[in-house]
């Protein structure tokens, strides 16, 4: 190997980011491995991950919309509470697209998404929740796509950094690749703004 220039790649050591053994506000899975919808803001999807830095763990929570696979809200934390993830994604969604009461709102059955305070907020906007089976990833695909997607092209074979540097890194990522230039599969390989353009009945939603 070293003779043809290759070198092994070893896996990164898991980490888990949501605790599903608790007695908070759980729910059926209502979405259902429905990922493609036709109008937006009619299920948005979240989920939550972590960053490895020079020093320490990040963890980015993001809420996408299914319908152009826009990430509509994202927080970037170096702790697990409600209030720096799950909440703090929600406040920038909310404030970023509207919606009206037959939004779904789906994520796996962690303590961010479980507990009273979040899951009495999204219900008092008249939002019907909705969470993963146990244990079950499939369940929230769309959402594991994306923290595959932002992994393999901006984190994994580069060398670790600061939290500021990723801070930046994750935003430029987000706000100017992901929801602007890069193309998506899924929108036939459109950007989310060409798939947008070309959908008047989205004209009015950012």
């Given at each position: 190997?070293?003779?043809?220039?290759?070198?092994?790649?070893?896996?990164?050591?898991?980490?888990?980011?949501?605790?599903?053994?608790?007695?908070?506000?759980i729910?059926?899975?209502?979405?259902?491995?429905?990922?493609?919808?036709?109008?937006?803001?009619?299920?948005?999807?979240?989920?939550?991950?972590?960053?490895?830095?020079?020093?320490?763990?990040?963890?980015?929570?993001?809420?996408?919309?299914?319908?152009?696979?826009?990430?509509?809200?994202?927080?970037?934390?170096?702790?697990?509470s409600t209030e720096?993830?799950?909440f703090?994604?929600?406040?920038?969604?909310?404030?970023?697209?509207?919606?009206?009461?037959e939004?779904?709102?789906?994520?796996?059955?962690?303590?961010?998404?479980?507990?009273?305070?979040?899951?009495?907020?999204?219900?008092?906007?008249?939002?019907?929740?909705?969470?993963?089976?146990?244990?079950?990833?499939?369940?929230?695909?769309?959402?594991?796509?994306?923290?595959?997607?932002?992994?393999?092209?901006?984190?994994?074979?580069?060398?670790?950094?600061?939290?500021?540097k990723?801070e930046?890194e994750?935003?430029?990522?987000?706000?100017?690749?992901?929801?602007?230039?890069?193309?998506?599969?899924?929108?036939?390989?459109?950007?989310?703004?060409?798939?947008?353009?070309?959908?008047?009945?989205?004209?009015?939603v950012?």
């Amino acid at each position: 190997m070293k003779e043809l220039g290759l070198k092994s790649k070893l896996s990164r050591k898991f980490k888990v980011t949501t605790h599903s053994k608790h007695n908070y506000l759980i729910v059926e899975n209502v979405l259902e491995r429905n990922f493609l919808v036709t109008e937006p803001s009619k299920v948005w999807v979240s989920d939550i991950t972590y960053i490895q830095t020079k020093e320490g763990f990040l963890y980015l929570t993001t809420i996408i919309d299914l319908y152009d696979r826009k990430i509509i809200g994202w927080s970037l934390s170096n702790g697990m509470s409600t209030e720096k993830t799950s909440f703090a994604a929600w406040k920038m969604a909310v404030r970023n697209r509207k919606f009206g009461k037959e939004l779904i709102f789906h994520s796996d059955r962690g303590v961010q998404y479980a507990n009273k305070k979040f899951a009495e907020t999204v219900e008092s906007y008249g939002v019907i929740r909705s969470m993963s089976r146990r244990g079950n990833c499939w369940d929230n695909a769309v959402a594991e796509s994306f923290f595959k997607s932002l992994k393999t092209e901006l984190i994994y074979g580069n060398k670790l950094i600061t939290k500021e540097k990723m801070e930046l890194e994750i935003f430029e990522y987000i706000e100017i690749w992901y929801n602007k230039k890069r193309r998506h599969s899924t929108l036939n390989y459109k950007t989310i703004q060409e798939f947008n353009n070309q959908n008047k009945i989205y004209q009015n939603v950012a």
